[in-house]
């Protein structure tokens, strides 16, 4: 999992409450990577950021948010409007932008949602 | 539509077998392809990566192809091992680096 960790490892939300997941990396990365995996699916982006103070929308952005206030945080937070929250969540990081064959996306251990 | 297809979706096979993981893709323009190891209930490993001009990577006992012609990818797992059991992934990254496609995998199963 290298140098990314995430937390918690399980949470569980009743439904209409928004919850917070935290993802750390000392790699000195500068972009990070939110996506949500779903069995028999391949992972889904939701947001990505290529530098502080900046993110984008991913493939599956709504009903969640992101902040970028430091280098080395990504916290994702899910909201009451996300309609079908129960998944793993994967946050990864990159020393640019990950598509170039030089940027491996490094990934931490996941967080396993389930809203009750 | 950039797609990514893995098979087969699941495969057990016993202790100290060979066994071969198929990756086809749609995605284009190609830029490379990464094969990653997925512990249940962790975050995904890269094995190898692949650009357009390789077609064979090893790494220890997996050794992953590519056809950029057909546009096919294998990831070969020689003398499995217990530890073996996982899923494997393909991901594929179109030229301009932006856009990054995983495939679903495919569930491994090592038997003793």
């Known amino acids: 999992d290298g140098g990314i960790t995430q937390s918690p490892k399980y949470l569980f939300r009743k439904e209409g409450q928004n919850v917070t997941l935290s993802c750390e990396q000392n790699?000195?990365?500068?972009?990070m990577y939110w996506y949500r995996q779903d069995p028999g699916q391949g992972l889904r982006l939701i947001y990505y950021?290529?530098?502080?103070?900046?993110?984008q929308k991913g493939d599956i952005a709504e009903g969640y948010s992101v902040s970028r206030e430091k280098k080395e945080s990504f916290p994702l937070t899910v909201t009451s409007a996300q309609k079908n929250p129960t998944a793993f969540y994967l946050c990864?990081?990159?020393?640019?932008?990950?598509?170039?064959?030089?940027?491996?996306?490094?990934f931490g251990p996941g967080t396993r949602l389930t809203v009750l | 539509k950039n797609q990514v297809e893995q098979s087969p979706q699941s495969l057990i096979i016993l202790e100290g077998k060979n066994c071969t993981l198929q990756?086809?893709?749609?995605?284009?323009?190609?830029?490379?392809l990464r094969w990653y190891k997925q512990d249940t209930g962790r975050g995904p490993v890269s094995l190898t990566i692949?650009?357009?001009?390789?077609n064979t990577k090893s790494n220890g006992r997996y050794t992953a192809t590519l056809d950029a012609d057909t546009k096919q990818s294998s990831l070969h797992i020689t003398a499995s091992q217990l530890s073996d059991s996982a899923s494997y992934i393909c991901?594929?990254?179109?030229?301009?680096?932006?856009?990054?496609?995983f495939g679903s995998g495919t569930r491994l199963s090592i038997r003793p």
């Open positions: 991901v594929v990254s179109d030229s301009s680096a932006s856009k990054i496609i």
């Open positions: 692949m650009t357009f001009s390789e």
């Open positions: 990756c086809n893709y749609t995605v284009s323009p190609f830029s490379n």
């Open positions: 990864a990081s990159s020393i640019g932008l990950a598509g170039s064959a030089y940027n491996e996306q490094f």
């Open positions: 790699l000195n990365h500068d972009a």
């Open positions: 950021s290529q530098i502080v103070n900046d993110f």
